[in-house]
Structure formats: structure tokens, C-alpha cells
């Protein structure tokens, strides 16, 4: 259980999990998990025969089907993805099943688009992209009494596109009390809980796979607070609940399956209504694979990170951190984004609905200073959630290594989000291109695209604050924050994607400013190469 002066258990993990780039004996690179002298394999995905599928089915549940006609939401993707969900609103905000539907596909659904892999497995590609395309995710509502759809505890399947309620009944004061009273869920009509099942992703990452479940959580997010802010329904981000009772509302054993996150939408319609005792799920869901592996490190951590009450996360999140931004040491340059008038009117479901990973950018030319302003800026301002600050500085720091941006030196620059300025750490150096892709884990794509934005966060004052639950918070704000910019950049008419990297590599890199800081994720973009 977390106590907030234990962080060893964190800190502990990322080493043991931080990618590397050696050079052996016959001076060939070999890549390896961990850190020296403990080292490992990167990769695991040795048998074949147990890839776990990355569907959760319940055999026995009767499906419901949902609407498939929506109505479209009117607010520009840039507009929504800017919204940090807990503006003030004194009207009530109920959903319904359309919104619920809405905010379930383009969290957790298909895209449907189908590629096969070198293993010979079909993947089928989800509303939000997720690492290795091994998605892990499960997504749950838990609500009351909806215009059209009874209160209780509902699983959205992908794979059919469906509810299947899990339990009758108001189930929301079993959430609040688990989550020591967050004040977003106090007055929520719904709950959407983000579960991971680690072996999914971990079949292929080994212990790297409980990094990715906050990466991929933290994805899933960005797009469910803007699809949110579209419905025009408030948002609060809830990390801070009682991991056992929140596993026992949903029928997940905590081990193989755990909740990761909540979020809390809407407002008004009544509390939740008391409830007695919860009696134990008991539904089958089919396995995954004949045989499943477990990684020791991600039980061990995520035992490390859990709060065993509702009282504990109460206390958790009391003081959430404020984080100022140490004053620019160069003179900052002022971004320049473009104005609500003249931002490009696409609605978010289509924005999402479009979203690819880009791998290939045109190296040719720039992308403007406006669009480049307008991506920071509108994939900046924060989210509402129950242990971060309103209106403090994020948890972790932009850094950016520009390669091809007009009006700007080709460099490296931190964001100053609050002050909606870049400031330069430095300018030129050789090779710029060669070391941004051998830094995203030897891939070409970020040598090509625009910009490279990393998100680094010193993990020191972080842990400190909220001990080992902490890293849970570090991982996912980072990357909620890139799901944000990966969107936003569709919206413009640009590509990103996501990637890994040598952890201790990027640090120096952008060192002496990152000195001390972790890396926790990286997201590339710029102008999609055009083909032919
Ligand atoms: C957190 C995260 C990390 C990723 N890392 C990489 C990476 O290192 N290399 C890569 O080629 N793709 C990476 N991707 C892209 C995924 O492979 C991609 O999202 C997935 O295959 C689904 O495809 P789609 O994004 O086009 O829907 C990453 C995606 C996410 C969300």
C-alpha cells in the first residue's frame, strides 16, 4: 500500500524497466531493458501459441446493442481538446445512451481498419492508438438512472460494439466511498473506469507493459475529456481511489485485470443513492491465451501504488503538488497560435475517427510557426482531475527538438505552457536529425517529422509528494498531455505518433536543464509526407 515517504518501490521499477543502447564486445548495438549491471531482454513474445487476444468477452451476458446513428457534435476538435473539463457549468449535464456510446467508441472502440502482423495475427486498430497495438485496455460505466438507460454497472465490448451490464442497481456510493469522497464524483451521473489487463500488453514488454498502461491510459483519455467537452459534459480525472474496492464494484481480481483510472462525467441528476453490501461478481469471461506470464515487477508495483481505502485516498490527494516552472534562462520567444476564429471546424468524433500514427513526414518542407503555436497551445492547458492543481504548471517539462519549423532555429526548446512561450536551450548542432531518431529507440520517423516532444518529469518532487502512487500520476499526465497534441495535430491537417526511447539517453540530451528529470514519453509530428 502506498505511503508517501516510500517511493523506493517506483523508483525501483523505472530503473529496472529503462531501455538502453549497448555496445557489445564486437562492437555491434544491442538494446536492453534495465540497468546496468542488471540488464535484460526488451522484448518477450516467445510463444506464439499464448498471444493473449485484446478482447475481454463475457459468454454468458446478453449484449445490448447501441444507437449507431449519433448526431454530430458541433464543437471544433481544437475548441474541445482545449477545454480542461472542469469549466464552470451551474446547468445539470446528464447523458444519455448516445453519449455514453459516443464517449465508449471513441475511448476504447473500433476503427475499423484491419492489418495483419509478422506473427500473422489481425489487428484490429482502436479509436485511440496504444503501444504495440497490443491493446489492453477494458472500459466500464458505472451511473445511475439515465434518460434511457437503467442505473447499474455496464462493460463497453469493442468487439461487438455493446453494453453488458455487470450489475443492477445505483452502484455510484460504493465508487465514492472508494474514492474518499472526490468531489467531481460526488455529483457525477456516470463513471467511466479504465481497467488494464497487463498480460495483453505484457506478452510482448515484459515489465516495460505497466509504463505502457498509463501511456495508453493516459491516450484513451485525451480522447475521451474532449469527446466529453464536445457533449458539452464536465470532466474530472480520478487517480485517487481504493484499488480493492473499485476491482470488487467492477468484478476484476486486482492482479491479472485492475482499474487504472476514473473519470467522472457530468453533473447533477441526484448523488448516488446508499448501498448495502456488494456481493461478488461471478461472470466468466473466456481467457485470453491457454497459459498467461506474469512479470513480477508489474504486481510488485502496482501493489506498491495501491491505496487500501477511501480514507487513504482522501489523504492521497489533499494537497495536490504546485509546480512552477523555473524562470527561462534565455529570452523566451512568444508563441503565435491561430485565433478561435480561423481554427479549422472539424468536430472531434471526426478528428479521432481519422487519426493515424504517421511514420512518414515530409522532410522537405516546414510547418508554419502558427500551427506549431496552435498544437502547444491548444494541447496544453490541462485537465481536471482530483489530485492535480488547477492552473499550476504541469507535472512534467515539454522539451522539443525542432527540426523544421518556420521562422525558428532548427534546436532544442522547452515550452513554457503558462506563459504560452518556447524558450531556447539550444540552438544548431550537427546531426540534430540522426540523434532525434536514434533517441526514439532507432526509428527513422523521428528524424523525419517536424518536431519531437518530450515529456520528462523529475520524478524527485513528484514521489516525494505522492509517493509511489505518484509514478501511476507521473506516466499517465505525460501522456494524456501527447494524446492531446497527437489529436490536436489531426485537426490541423498534420501526423504524430507516439514512441519509446532510451530513458537516460534523453535525459543527457536535453541535460543540463532535464539534469535529475525522468523520461516518461515522446510524441513526434509534422506534415505528412505526400505519397508519390
Ligand atoms: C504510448 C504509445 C507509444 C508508441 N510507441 C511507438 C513506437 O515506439 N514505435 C512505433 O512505430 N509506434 C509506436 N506507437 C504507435 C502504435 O504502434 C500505434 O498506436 C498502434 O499500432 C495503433 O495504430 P494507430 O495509432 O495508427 O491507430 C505508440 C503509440 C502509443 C499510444
Redesign the pocket.
Known amino acids: 500500500m502506498t505511503d508517501n515517504r516510500d517511493t523506493s518501490a517506483a523508483l525501483a521499477f523505472h530503473a529496472a524497466t529503462k531501455y538502453v543502447a549497448l555496445r557489445d564486445a564486437s562492437g555491434e548495438v544491442q538494446y536492453a531493458m534495465g540497468t546496468p549491471p542488471t540488464l535484460e531482454r526488451t522484448i518477450w513474445q516467445e510463444d506464439l501459441s499464448i498471444e493473449p487476444r485484446p478482447y475481454k468477452v463475457y459468454p454468458n451476458l446478453r449484449p445490448m446493442g447501441l444507437p449507431t446513428e449519433l448526431p454530430p457534435t458541433g464543437l471544433p476538435a481544437l475548441a474541445a481538446l482545449a477545454r480542461t473539463g472542469g469549466e464552470p457549468a451551474r446547468q445539470t449535464r446528464i447523458p444519455d445512451l448516445s453519449a455514453l456510446t459516443r464517449l465508449a467508441r471513441l475511448t476504447n472502440g473500433l ?1 475499423h ?1 484491419r492489418a495483419q502482423t509478422q506473427t500473422g495475427r489481425v ?1 484490429e ?2 479509436t ?6 497490443r491493446y489492453h485496455l477494458e472500459l466500464y460505466f458505472v451511473c445511475g438512472d439515465l434518460p434511457d438507460l437503467s442505473a447499474g454497472v455496464y462493460h463497453y465490448a469493442a468487439a461487438d460494439d455493446s453494453l453488458r451490464q455487470l450489475r443492477s442497481g445505483d452502484q455510484r456510493e460504493a465508487l465514492l466511498k472508494a474514492s474518499g469522497s472526490a468531489p467531481g464524483l460526488a455529483e457525477a451521473p456516470v463513471a467511466l473506469v479504465l481497467t488494464s489487463t497487463f498480460w495483453r500488453n505484457a506478452w510482448r514488454y515484459k515489465a516495460r507493459a505497466y509504463r ?1 498502461t498509463f ?2 491510459a493516459g ?1 484513451s483519455l485525451a480522447n475521451c475529456l474532449a469527446v466529453a467537452a464536445a457533449l458539452e459534459l464536465p470532466t474530472q480525472v480520478v487517480l485517487g481511489f481504493a484499488d480493492g474496492a473499485v476491482n470488487a464494484l467492477l468484478g476484476v481480481d486486482g492482479e491479472r485485470e485492475a482499474a487504472i483510472a476514473v473519470c467522472a462525467i457530468g453533473r447533477g441528476g441526484g448523488g448516488p443513492a446508499g448501498v448495502g453490501d456488494l456481493p461478488p461478481l461471478e461472470h466468466l469471461t473466456e481467457p485470453l491465451s491457454s497459459a498467461e506470464v506474469t512479470f513480477a515487477a508489474i504486481p510488485r508495483m502496482h501493489a506498491a501504488s495501491s491505496l487500501a481505502s477511501g480514507e487513504a485516498a482522501a489523504a492521497w490527494r489533499q494537497q495536490p503538488l504546485q509546480r512552477v516552472l523555473t524562470p527561462p534562462r534565455q529570452p523566451p520567444i512568444a508563441l503565435s497560435p491561430l485565433d478561435d476564429e480561423v481554427i479549422p471546424r472539424a468536430p472531434i468524433e471526426d478528428v479521432i475517427m481519422a ?3 504517421t ?1 512518414h513526414y515530409d522532410t522537405e518542407r516546414p510547418i508554419t510557426f502558427e500551427l506549431f503555436s496552435t498544437l502547444l497551445d491548444r494541447s496544453t492547458r490541462g485537465f481536471a482531475a482530483d489530485c492535480l492543481a488547477d492552473a499550476a504548471s504541469p507535472l512534467h517539462d515539454g522539451y522539443l527538438i525542432v527540426n523544421a519549423v518556420e521562422g525558428l532555429a532548427p534546436g532544442l526548446y522547452l515550452h513554457r505552457p503558462l506563459e504560452g512561450s518556447i524558450e531556447p536551450l539550444k540552438i544548431g548542432g550537427t546531426a540534430l536529425r540522426a540523434q532525434a531518431a536514434h533517441l ?2 532507432d ?1 527513422q ?1 523521428a528524424a523525419d517529422a517536424h518536431v519531437n516532444s518530450y515529456y520528462l518529469t523529475d520524478l524527485g518532487p513528484v514521489l516525494a509528494h505522492y509517493g509511489n502512487r505518484g509514478y501511476r500520476l507521473a506516466q499517465l499526465e505525460a ?1 494524456l498531455f ?2 492531446r497534441l497527437h489529436l490536436a495535430a489531426h485537426a490541423l491537417g498534420l501526423g504524430a ?4 526511447s532510451f530513458d537516460d539517453e534523453v535525459v543527457d540530451f536535453f541535460s543540463p536543464r532535464a539534469a535529475g528529470a525522468s523520461f516518461m ?1 515522446v510524441l513526434v509530428f509534422g506534415a505528412r509526407r505526400r505519397r508519390g
Open positions: 476503427l481498419r489487428v486498430f482502436r485511440a492508438g496504444g503501444t504495440g497495438a505502457h501511456w495508453d491516450t487519426r493515424r500514427s511514420r526514439a529507440f526509428q520517423y501522456a501527447a494524446g505518433v507516439g514512441s519509446t514519453f
